[in-house]
C-alpha cells in the first residue's frame, strides 16, 4: 500500500513539475511553507527516481549507501538554487536554452553504462565499488538538480528566504533519497537479475522526460 501511494505521488509530481518554475516566475508574493514544501517536494522526484535505481542494483541494503546518495542528491538541490540566485536572470535564457539537453545526456550515459554492465553481467563486487563512484554520483546529482538550478534562478525574482528555502529542498531530497534506495533495494533483491537494466532504463526515461519538459511536449500533453 506504501508503495502504491509513493508511485501516486510520483505520478502526480511528473505532471507538476514542468509548471513549478512557470508558478514562480508569476507570483509576486512572499511563498507559504506550504507551497515551498510541495516544490521541493516536486523538485526530488527525479532523485527519488535515481535513488530507487542505485536500490535495484545492490544485493544488501546498506545505510553507508542510503546516506551517499542522500547527501549526493540533497546537497546539489541546496547548491544549485543558490547558483541560480546569484546568477540571476542574465543567465535564464542559457539555463532555458541548454540545461535539460545536458541532464538528458548525463542521464542517458550513467543509464546505458548500467545496461551494459548488468548485460555483460559484471562482478557484483565491482559493481558495488563502481555505484558510489565519485564521477557518476556526482553526473547524477547535477542530472537531477537541473530544476532546482531554474528554481534558484525564478528565487530571485521574488521575495523568499534563500537560505531556509534551500534547506528544506535539500532535506526533502535527502528524506526521499534514503527512501528511493529502501525502495530499490527491495524489489533489486528479488530481481537480481534484471534489476540492472530495469535501472539503466528508468535513468534514460528520466532524463527523456527532463527533455520532453524542456521541449514543452510534456505540457502539452497534460492539458490534452
Known amino acids: 500500500m506504501f508503495v502504491t501511494v509513493l508511485m501516486v505521488a510520483k505520478v502526480w509530481f511528473f505532471l507538476l513539475q514542468p509548471k513549478i518554475i512557470l508558478f514562480?516566475?508569476?507570483?509576486?508574493?512572499?511563498?507559504?511553507?506550504?507551497e515551498l514544501l510541495l516544490i521541493a517536494i516536486g523538485l526530488s522526484m527525479d532523485a527519488f527516481s535515481v535513488s530507487i535505481?542505485?536500490?535495484?542494483?545492490?544485493?544488501?541494503?546498506?545505510?553507508?549507501?542510503?546516506?551517499?546518495?542522500?547527501?549526493?542528491?540533497?546537497?546539489?538541490?541546496?547548491?544549485?538554487?543558490?547558483?541560480?540566485y546569484f546568477l540571476g536572470a542574465q543567465f535564464e535564457d542559457f539555463i532555458d536554452s541548454y540545461a535539460h539537453w545536458i541532464a538528458f545526456g548525463l542521464l542517458f550515459l550513467v543509464g546505458a553504462n548500467m545496461i551494459r554492465e548488468a548485460v555483460w553481467?559484471?562482478?557484483?563486487?565491482?559493481k558495488e565499488s563502481n555505484s558510489l563512484d565519485f564521477k557518476t554520483m556526482f553526473f547524477l546529482a547535477i542530472a537531477t538538480s537541473i530544476d532546482a538550478l531554474a528554481v534558484g534562478v525564478s528565487f530571485a525574482c521574488i521575495q523568499v528566504k534563500l537560505w531556509s528555502s534551500v534547506l528544506i529542498i535539500?532535506?526533502?531530497?535527502?528524506?526521499?533519497?534514503?527512501?528511493?534506495?529502501?525502495i530499490g533495494n527491495?524489489?533489486?533483491?528479488?530481481?537480481?537479475k534484471s534489476a540492472g537494466i530495469i535501472g539503466g532504463i528508468i535513468l534514460i526515461l528520466i532524463g527523456l522526460k527532463i527533455l520532453l519538459e524542456h521541449l514543452g511536449v510534456i505540457s502539452n500533453f497534460a492539458h490534452v
Open 186 to 192: 527491495v524489489f533489486g533483491s528479488k530481481y537480481e
Open 24 to 34: 514562480l516566475r508569476h507570483k509576486s508574493i512572499e511563498m507559504s511553507f506550504l
Open 121 to 126: 553481467d559484471e562482478k557484483e563486487e565491482d
Open 53 to 84: 535505481c542505485k536500490g535495484l542494483t545492490t544485493k544488501k541494503f546498506s545505510w553507508r549507501m542510503a546516506i551517499i546518495c542522500a547527501l549526493w542528491f540533497g546537497g546539489f538541490q541546496v547548491l544549485m538554487p543558490v547558483i541560480g
Open 170 to 182: 535539500g532535506l526533502t531530497t535527502f528524506v526521499f533519497s534514503v527512501l528511493g534506495v529502501k
